[in-house]
Protein backbone atom coordinates (compact mmCIF):
# COMPACT_ATOMS: atom_id res chain seq x y z
CA UNK A 1 0.00 0.00 0.00
CA UNK A 2 1.37 3.37 -0.73
CA UNK A 3 2.72 5.71 1.92
CA UNK A 4 1.74 9.15 3.06
CA UNK A 5 4.46 10.89 3.73
CA UNK A 6 4.05 14.65 5.14
CA UNK A 7 6.99 17.10 4.75
CA UNK A 8 7.34 19.98 6.86
CA UNK A 9 10.19 22.06 5.03
CA UNK A 10 11.84 24.02 7.79
CA UNK A 11 14.17 26.36 5.95
CA UNK A 12 17.01 27.60 6.67
CA UNK A 13 16.43 27.61 10.53
CA UNK A 14 19.72 26.73 12.83
CA UNK A 15 22.05 26.55 10.44
CA UNK A 16 25.11 28.25 11.82
CA UNK A 17 26.27 29.15 8.60
CA UNK A 18 25.68 29.71 4.73
CA UNK A 19 27.33 26.90 2.63
CA UNK A 20 28.48 27.50 -0.52
CA UNK A 21 25.61 25.77 -2.58
CA UNK A 22 22.40 26.22 -0.35
CA UNK A 23 19.97 28.63 -0.82
CA UNK A 24 17.34 27.19 1.08
CA UNK A 25 14.62 29.30 -0.35
CA UNK A 26 15.33 28.11 -3.82
CA UNK A 27 15.66 24.08 -3.07
CA UNK A 28 12.18 24.93 -1.14
CA UNK A 29 9.94 27.30 -2.37
CA UNK A 30 9.19 28.67 0.91
CA UNK A 31 10.56 31.17 3.19
CA UNK A 32 8.52 31.62 6.26
CA UNK A 33 8.74 29.34 9.55
CA UNK A 34 6.09 26.00 10.10
CA UNK A 35 4.11 27.16 13.05
CA UNK A 36 2.58 24.47 15.80
CA UNK A 37 -0.45 24.88 13.37
CA UNK A 38 1.40 24.54 10.77
CA UNK A 39 2.40 20.97 11.72
CA UNK A 40 -0.79 19.98 12.90
CA UNK A 41 -3.42 21.06 9.89
CA UNK A 42 -0.93 18.93 7.85
CA UNK A 43 -0.62 15.84 9.36
CA UNK A 44 -4.84 16.73 9.88
CA UNK A 45 -4.75 16.54 6.51
CA UNK A 46 -3.04 13.34 6.02
CA UNK A 47 -5.01 11.84 8.57
CA UNK A 48 -8.04 12.07 6.58
CA UNK A 49 -6.52 10.89 3.23
CA UNK A 50 -3.45 8.86 4.32
CA UNK A 51 -4.21 5.27 2.54
CA UNK A 52 -2.16 3.44 5.89
CA UNK A 53 -0.59 4.04 8.43
CA UNK A 54 3.26 3.64 7.15
CA UNK A 55 3.94 7.09 6.20
CA UNK A 56 6.47 9.54 7.93
CA UNK A 57 6.29 12.99 9.30
CA UNK A 58 9.39 14.39 7.76
CA UNK A 59 10.88 17.53 8.91
CA UNK A 60 13.29 18.72 5.97
CA UNK A 61 15.25 22.18 5.40
CA UNK A 62 17.62 23.40 7.73
CA UNK A 63 19.15 21.54 10.36
CA UNK A 64 16.79 20.52 12.74
CA UNK A 65 18.90 19.95 15.62
CA UNK A 66 20.51 23.06 15.52
CA UNK A 67 17.32 25.14 15.89
CA UNK A 68 16.53 27.37 18.98
CA UNK A 69 15.65 24.66 21.10
CA UNK A 70 12.47 25.44 22.36
CA UNK A 71 11.32 25.97 18.64
CA UNK A 72 12.14 22.46 18.12
CA UNK A 73 10.57 21.08 21.03
CA UNK A 74 7.31 22.81 19.73
CA UNK A 75 7.58 21.20 16.48
CA UNK A 76 8.48 17.81 17.89
CA UNK A 77 5.39 18.23 19.87
CA UNK A 78 2.97 19.11 17.28
CA UNK A 79 3.77 15.85 15.11
CA UNK A 80 3.93 13.28 18.20
CA UNK A 81 0.56 13.22 19.09
CA UNK A 82 -0.43 11.69 15.73
CA UNK A 83 2.95 9.27 15.93
CA UNK A 84 1.57 8.16 19.40
CA UNK A 85 -2.10 7.73 17.93
CA UNK A 86 -0.95 5.55 15.35
CA UNK A 87 -1.35 7.53 12.14
CA UNK A 88 2.55 7.30 11.39
CA UNK A 89 4.99 5.26 11.91
CA UNK A 90 7.56 7.62 13.20
CA UNK A 91 9.65 11.31 12.45
CA UNK A 92 12.20 12.10 9.88
CA UNK A 93 14.39 14.83 10.53
CA UNK A 94 17.96 16.28 8.20
CA UNK A 95 20.53 17.82 9.72
CA UNK A 96 24.35 18.66 9.78
CA UNK A 97 26.89 15.98 11.18
CA UNK A 98 28.28 18.28 13.65
CA UNK A 99 24.63 19.13 15.37
CA UNK A 100 24.35 15.21 17.01
CA UNK A 101 25.72 14.39 20.38
CA UNK A 102 23.85 12.30 22.79
CA UNK A 103 21.73 14.69 24.64
CA UNK A 104 19.80 15.55 21.25
CA UNK A 105 19.71 11.90 20.65
CA UNK A 106 17.63 11.75 23.68
CA UNK A 107 15.08 14.57 23.13
CA UNK A 108 14.82 13.04 19.22
CA UNK A 109 13.91 9.72 20.45
CA UNK A 110 11.58 10.42 23.32
CA UNK A 111 9.42 12.39 20.70
CA UNK A 112 8.77 9.56 18.52
CA UNK A 113 11.73 10.73 15.86
CA UNK A 114 12.81 7.23 14.03
CA UNK A 115 15.12 8.11 11.43
CA UNK A 116 18.24 10.81 10.71
CA UNK A 117 19.28 11.99 8.22
CA UNK A 118 22.68 13.99 7.96
CA UNK A 119 24.20 16.34 5.18
CA UNK A 120 27.77 15.01 5.05
CA UNK A 121 27.73 16.21 1.28
CA UNK A 122 31.67 15.16 0.70
CA UNK A 123 33.92 13.00 2.95
CA UNK A 124 37.22 15.11 1.92
CA UNK A 125 38.02 17.57 4.18
CA UNK A 126 39.37 19.77 1.57
CA UNK A 127 36.48 20.25 -0.04
CA UNK A 128 34.11 20.49 3.24
CA UNK A 129 36.69 23.68 4.11
CA UNK A 130 36.41 25.17 0.43
CA UNK A 131 32.52 25.08 0.61
CA UNK A 132 31.98 26.26 4.03
CA UNK A 133 30.07 23.19 5.31
CA UNK A 134 31.81 24.06 8.89
CA UNK A 135 32.58 20.28 9.75
CA UNK A 136 34.79 17.87 8.80
CA UNK A 137 34.50 14.29 7.72
CA UNK A 138 35.11 13.01 11.54
CA UNK A 139 31.61 14.61 12.37
CA UNK A 140 30.20 12.60 9.89
CA UNK A 141 31.86 9.38 11.23
CA UNK A 142 31.45 10.49 15.17
CA UNK A 143 27.45 11.33 14.41
CA UNK A 144 26.98 8.23 12.63
CA UNK A 145 28.43 5.80 15.45
CA UNK A 146 25.97 7.62 17.92
CA UNK A 147 22.71 7.43 15.60
CA UNK A 148 23.45 3.99 15.66
CA UNK A 149 24.09 3.83 19.35
CA UNK A 150 20.74 5.18 19.76
CA UNK A 151 19.13 2.80 16.56
CA UNK A 152 17.84 5.39 14.31
CA UNK A 153 17.65 4.29 10.80
CA UNK A 154 20.81 6.99 9.43
CA UNK A 155 20.70 8.10 6.08
CA UNK A 156 23.58 10.30 4.76
CA UNK A 157 23.28 12.70 1.82
CA UNK A 158 26.21 13.37 -0.56
CA UNK A 159 26.74 15.73 -3.13
CA UNK A 160 28.65 15.38 -6.73
CA UNK A 161 30.74 18.15 -8.32
CA UNK A 162 31.23 20.60 -5.76
CA UNK A 163 33.60 23.23 -6.08
CA UNK A 164 37.21 21.85 -5.04
CA UNK A 165 35.84 18.45 -5.80
CA UNK A 166 36.32 15.67 -8.90
CA UNK A 167 35.22 12.78 -10.62
CA UNK A 168 37.91 10.74 -8.31
CA UNK A 169 37.07 12.46 -4.84
CA UNK A 170 33.18 11.91 -5.53
CA UNK A 171 33.88 8.09 -5.48
CA UNK A 172 35.99 8.50 -2.32
CA UNK A 173 33.09 10.15 -0.88
CA UNK A 174 31.17 7.22 -1.55
CA UNK A 175 33.10 4.27 -0.56
CA UNK A 176 33.81 6.59 2.49
CA UNK A 177 29.72 6.51 2.85
CA UNK A 178 29.72 2.66 2.40
CA UNK A 179 31.80 2.07 5.16
CA UNK A 180 29.43 3.67 7.60
CA UNK A 181 26.83 1.01 6.58
CA UNK A 182 23.95 3.79 6.10
CA UNK A 183 20.52 2.36 5.90
CA UNK A 184 19.90 4.65 3.13
CA UNK A 185 21.87 7.82 0.98
CA UNK A 186 20.63 10.20 -1.35
CA UNK A 187 22.91 11.75 -4.35
CA UNK A 188 22.45 15.54 -4.95
CA UNK A 189 24.54 16.55 -8.25
CA UNK A 190 25.78 20.01 -7.21
CA UNK A 191 23.64 22.56 -8.88
CA UNK A 192 24.77 26.77 -8.62
CA UNK A 193 21.35 28.56 -7.14
CA UNK A 194 21.02 32.45 -7.59
CA UNK A 195 22.24 34.15 -4.21
CA UNK A 196 24.63 31.69 -3.11
CA UNK A 197 28.83 31.54 -3.15
CA UNK A 198 28.76 28.81 -5.50
CA UNK A 199 26.94 31.33 -8.41
CA UNK A 200 30.07 34.29 -7.12
CA UNK A 201 32.83 31.92 -8.22
CA UNK A 202 31.06 30.40 -11.18
CA UNK A 203 30.53 33.80 -12.63
CA UNK A 204 33.91 34.86 -11.82
CA UNK A 205 35.10 31.86 -13.38
CA UNK A 206 36.76 30.50 -10.34
CA UNK A 207 34.64 27.69 -10.01
CA UNK A 208 33.49 25.07 -12.81
CA UNK A 209 30.56 22.93 -13.21
CA UNK A 210 30.51 19.22 -14.03
CA UNK A 211 28.45 18.69 -17.22
CA UNK A 212 25.08 17.03 -17.20
CA UNK A 213 26.82 13.90 -19.60
CA UNK A 214 29.63 14.01 -16.81
CA UNK A 215 27.67 13.97 -13.93
CA UNK A 216 24.99 11.09 -15.25
CA UNK A 217 28.22 8.76 -15.92
CA UNK A 218 29.67 9.47 -11.97
CA UNK A 219 26.18 9.23 -10.73
CA UNK A 220 25.44 6.04 -12.49
CA UNK A 221 28.65 4.37 -10.99
CA UNK A 222 28.07 5.60 -7.40
CA UNK A 223 23.99 3.92 -7.85
CA UNK A 224 25.79 0.67 -9.05
CA UNK A 225 28.68 0.60 -5.84
CA UNK A 226 25.48 1.79 -3.05
CA UNK A 227 23.36 -1.06 -4.98
CA UNK A 228 26.07 -3.66 -4.86
CA UNK A 229 26.86 -2.88 -0.96
CA UNK A 230 22.90 -3.09 -0.50
CA UNK A 231 22.64 0.52 0.67
CA UNK A 232 19.08 2.43 -0.70
CA UNK A 233 18.99 5.36 -2.79
CA UNK A 234 15.79 7.32 -1.55
CA UNK A 235 17.16 10.12 -4.03
CA UNK A 236 19.26 11.44 -6.63
CA UNK A 237 19.30 14.56 -8.42
CA UNK A 238 17.39 17.63 -7.02
CA UNK A 239 13.35 17.41 -6.83
CA UNK A 240 11.64 19.58 -9.43
CA UNK A 241 9.62 22.58 -8.72
CA UNK A 242 10.03 24.21 -5.30
CA UNK A 243 11.04 27.12 -7.31
CA UNK A 244 14.68 25.03 -7.87
CA UNK A 245 14.28 26.33 -11.37
CA UNK A 246 13.57 29.87 -11.06
CA UNK A 247 16.81 30.06 -8.68
CA UNK A 248 18.98 28.16 -11.02
CA UNK A 249 22.12 29.40 -13.06
CA UNK A 250 24.05 26.52 -13.65
CA UNK A 251 25.15 22.57 -13.26
CA UNK A 252 23.87 18.98 -13.65
CA UNK A 253 19.73 19.28 -13.09
CA UNK A 254 16.96 17.46 -15.16
CA UNK A 255 13.40 16.82 -13.80
CA UNK A 256 14.16 12.86 -14.85
CA UNK A 257 18.12 12.82 -13.58
CA UNK A 258 17.84 8.85 -11.60
CA UNK A 259 16.43 7.89 -14.89
CA UNK A 260 18.72 9.19 -17.09
CA UNK A 261 21.34 7.42 -14.66
CA UNK A 262 19.72 4.37 -14.37
CA UNK A 263 19.41 4.38 -18.30
CA UNK A 264 22.83 4.66 -18.65
CA UNK A 265 23.77 1.46 -16.13
CA UNK A 266 21.34 -0.50 -18.22
CA UNK A 267 23.10 0.29 -21.43
CA UNK A 268 26.39 -0.24 -19.93
CA UNK A 269 25.58 -3.72 -18.87
CA UNK A 270 23.71 -4.19 -22.28
CA UNK A 271 26.97 -3.46 -24.00
CA UNK A 272 29.08 -5.67 -21.72
CA UNK A 273 27.20 -8.73 -23.02
CA UNK A 274 27.35 -7.89 -26.83
CA UNK A 275 30.24 -7.50 -27.53
CA UNK A 276 30.87 -10.86 -29.57
CA UNK A 277 27.12 -10.48 -31.38
CA UNK A 278 25.59 -9.02 -33.97
CA UNK A 279 21.61 -9.22 -35.71
CA UNK A 280 18.31 -10.20 -33.35
CA UNK A 281 18.57 -9.55 -29.75
CA UNK A 282 16.76 -9.82 -26.76
CA UNK A 283 17.59 -7.57 -23.66
CA UNK A 284 15.52 -8.88 -20.61
CA UNK A 285 15.32 -6.47 -17.90
CA UNK A 286 14.14 -6.51 -14.44
CA UNK A 287 10.41 -6.23 -13.95
CA UNK A 288 9.36 -2.57 -13.74
CA UNK A 289 12.86 -1.11 -15.51
CA UNK A 290 11.84 -1.24 -19.31
CA UNK A 291 11.57 2.21 -19.68
CA UNK A 292 15.21 2.71 -18.25
CA UNK A 293 16.33 -0.02 -20.34
CA UNK A 294 15.14 1.42 -22.89
CA UNK A 295 16.47 5.03 -22.61
CA UNK A 296 14.78 8.39 -22.79
CA UNK A 297 13.08 8.93 -25.80
CA UNK A 298 14.05 5.22 -26.44
CA UNK A 299 18.06 6.61 -26.64
CA UNK A 300 19.59 3.14 -25.73
CA UNK A 301 17.28 1.77 -28.34
CA UNK A 302 18.03 3.63 -30.78
CA UNK A 303 22.20 3.75 -29.72
CA UNK A 304 21.85 -0.26 -30.57
CA UNK A 305 20.03 0.29 -33.65
CA UNK A 306 22.38 2.62 -34.85
CA UNK A 307 25.49 -0.27 -33.88
CA UNK A 308 22.85 -2.68 -36.41
CA UNK A 309 21.52 -4.49 -33.79
CA UNK A 310 17.36 -4.95 -34.18
CA UNK A 311 16.46 -5.47 -30.54
CA UNK A 312 13.44 -6.26 -28.44
CA UNK A 313 13.30 -5.40 -24.32
CA UNK A 314 11.65 -7.96 -22.24
CA UNK A 315 10.84 -7.75 -18.78
CA UNK A 316 11.98 -10.96 -16.61
CA UNK A 317 11.02 -11.04 -12.45
CA UNK A 318 13.48 -13.41 -11.76
CA UNK A 319 16.28 -10.61 -12.58
CA UNK A 320 17.89 -8.22 -9.53
CA UNK A 321 17.99 -4.67 -10.37
CA UNK A 322 20.17 -3.25 -12.40
CA UNK A 323 20.89 -6.68 -14.10
CA UNK A 324 20.83 -7.72 -17.56
CA UNK A 325 20.50 -10.83 -19.82
CA UNK A 326 20.88 -10.65 -23.36
CA UNK A 327 20.21 -13.31 -25.66
CA UNK A 328 20.20 -13.92 -29.78
S1 LIG B 1 23.68 23.23 6.69
FE1 LIG B 1 22.25 22.56 5.14
S2 LIG B 1 20.51 23.92 5.25
FE2 LIG B 1 22.20 24.88 6.37
S3 LIG B 1 23.20 26.26 4.92
FE3 LIG B 1 24.27 24.31 4.84
S4 LIG B 1 23.24 23.11 3.25
FE4 LIG B 1 21.90 24.83 3.77
Given amino acids: MKKYNVSIFVPHE ?6 SFCNQKSISGKSTLPTEKDVIDSCEIAKRTAPSNEG ?3 FF ?9 EYMLKLLKSAYPFVMEGFFKGIRISTRPDCIDREVCEILKSYGVTSVELGCQSMCDDVLAKNLRGHTSSDVEK ?7 FGFETGLQMMTGLWGSSYEKDIETAKKII ?7 RIYPTVVLENTLLETKYKSGEY ?7 TVKLVSEL ?5 ENNITVIRTGLHSGGNVEEGYVAGAYHPAFKELCESRIYLKKIREQIKDMSGSIVVKVPKGSLSQAIGQKKSNKEYLESQGFQV ?3 EDSSLNKYTVSVRK
Avoid: H, Q, W, Y
Fill in 14 to 19: GCPNNC
Fill in 56 to 58: EIA
Fill in 61 to 69: GGSFTAIER
Fill in 143 to 149: AVAILRE
Fill in 179 to 185: ALKPDTV
Fill in 208 to 214: EVMSLDE
Fill in 223 to 227: LLMFE
Fill in 312 to 314: KFE
